[in-house]
């Protein structure tokens, strides 16, 4: 599939897919015959997990270095589980702050429900 195609499956700029190419998280990108990215689905299911990554706050650092790992073959397998397994760990924490943010919100909410107080 063409940019366009792929911009729009994907959900991300061209522009935002070409910076992807250019630092590496996007490899080995197929042209056609007359030059032009042709993308596969495969691209297209790479690309979502980057997007899931960023979307969860991994670092794009460690996006890259995720993906240097996957480029390197299946002998990354454990350092790729290690890296996703650390991010987990990160992720629960945060989302365990933002539920402790969440439930002091709704306590204040709460009291001005009920008392109308500042």
């Known amino acids: ?13 061209p522009y935002t897919l070409r910076y992807y190419e250019k630092i590496g998280l996007l490899q080995q990108v197929h042209r056609n015959s007359s030059g032009h990215r042709d993308y596969t689905n495969k691209d297209l299911q790479w690309v979502e997990f980057v997007t899931r990554l960023k979307d969860t706050g991994m670092p794009l650092a460690e996006i890259q270095q995720y993906a240097t790992l996957r480029e390197r073959g299946t002998s990354t ?42």
Do not use: C, P, W
Request: proline share 0%; charged share 25%.
């Open 1 to 13: 599939m063409n940019m366009r195609e792929f911009s729009k499956l994907a959900g991300l700029s």
């Open 77 to 118: 397998v454990l350092a790729r589980q290690t890296l996703l397994e650390q991010h987990k760990d990160n992720l629960k924490a945060h989302i365990e702050l933002q539920q402790q943010h969440l439930a002091m919100l709704e306590d204040k909410i709460n009291l001005y429900k009920a008392n109308k107080v500042s």
